[in-house]
């Protein structure tokens, strides 16, 4: 899974017509402090996610298997919104 905050959202006029329902976020991955880390991606939101929240994103074939997308061309989904992170002290 990937700790991430959504930055934007893409519009699509044409896409593949299994994605044609989808509501597509760029999304940033950050680390548990909230530090932006890596590259942004395209995830399809299965939670409904706005833009400046923190959600949790699946990649690969686990993508395919979040709610509604089995055999979709999806490669990376959001499959959580983020409330808190806790991480232990001296990490």
């Known amino acids: 899974m990937i700790l991430a905050r959504v930055v ?16 597509l976020l760029v999304a940033r991955a950050m680390d548990p402090h909230g530090k932006p880390e890596g590259n942004y991606l395209v995830a399809i939101d299965t939670v409904d996610a706005g833009v400046g929240e923190r959600v949790l994103i699946v990649s690969g074939s686990s993508a395919r298997l979040a709610a509604g997308l089995k055999d979709s061309p999806v490669d990376a989904a959001i499959v959580g919104i983020v409330d808190t992170v806790d991480v232990a002290a001296g990490d």
Do not use: I
Not at 13 to 18: A, F, G, L, V
């Open 8 to 23: 934007g959202t893409v519009v699509a006029t044409r896409k593949d017509p299994r994605l044609e329902s989808a509501k």
